[in-house]
């Protein structure tokens, strides 16, 4: 099914490890994004690309960084984890104009111990 | 800097009772407007969209909402809740500015009783 796949869907991190999130679509979307949830806070933008090649810092950057080398791909990484990064990390694509809503894929559960 | 409020972060209501979800956006722009649903452990899935035209906004499950620009509002309703109904509602705003993200409202669990 045409969508957004993310892996892994859960993973246990220890302090100081680090680790990389795939985000991958089939939709030709040029537009793709990274949020974090947290109870009571919505979804926070992480980081963002608005095409292959480029990506750009959202709300809450800090203690993350991202690649677009294709443009089906958007990877997140954390290159030394902190028990604050534990949350449920939320990929998301869309077509070019603001006016299309996001696709989200389903979601990675992080726990950092 | 656009921004979301949503009022209340729990709604409870009775089966076959109508499910009134506010949303409140600022934007320094014409905003689009989107109600998105989570149901536990799955990702969002959009409801409905407000971009131009009609203020009255019909989505998917029986679902509505209405822009009321000069309220900047955005509320969701439905007349009868439904078991199935309970999950947790996500109010956005988007602009059509270089980036073009959703930011989003804190959330709103709805909880249906029997």
């Known amino acids: 099914n045409a969508g957004v796949t993310q892996t892994p869907k859960f993973r246990v991190l220890k302090t100081g490890q680090s680790m990389t999130l795939l985000c991958a679509q089939d ?17 926070r933008l992480i980081h963002y690309s608005v095409g292959e090649g480029t990506t750009a810092k ?28 534990t949350s449920v990390y939320f990929c998301a694509s869309r077509y070019g104009g603001a006016n299309y809503g996001y696709t989200f894929g389903s979601g990675t559960r992080l726990t950092v111990v | 800097a656009q921004s979301v409020t949503q009022l209340g972060s729990h ?21 689009y407007l989107f109600w998105y649903v989570q149901y536990p452990n799955q990702g969002l899935q959009l409801l409905l969209k407000y971009t131009t035209g009609a203020t009255l906004v019909k989505g998917i499950n029986g679902f509505e909402a209405e822009f009321k620009k000069s309220e900047t509002s955005f509320h969701l309703t439905k007349p009868s809740a439904h078991m199935s109904d309970a999950a947790e509602y996500f109010c956005a705003v988007s602009e059509d500015t270089g980036r073009r993200a959703l930011t989003f409202g804190s959330g709103t669990r709805l909880q249906v009783q029997p």
């Open chain 1, 58 to 85: 959202g709300e809450v950057p800090d203690g993350y960084n991202v690649s677009r080398l294709k443009k089906q791909n958007f990877l997140l990484g954390l290159e030394s984890a902190a028990p604050s990064q």
């Open chain 2, 11 to 31: 709604v409870s209501v009775s089966e076959g009772a109508l499910v009134l979800l506010r949303c409140n956006y600022s934007s320094s722009v014409p905003p």
């Open chain 1, 27 to 43: 939709m030709n979307h040029e537009y793709m994004y990274w949020y974090r949830q947290d109870p009571g806070m919505g979804l």
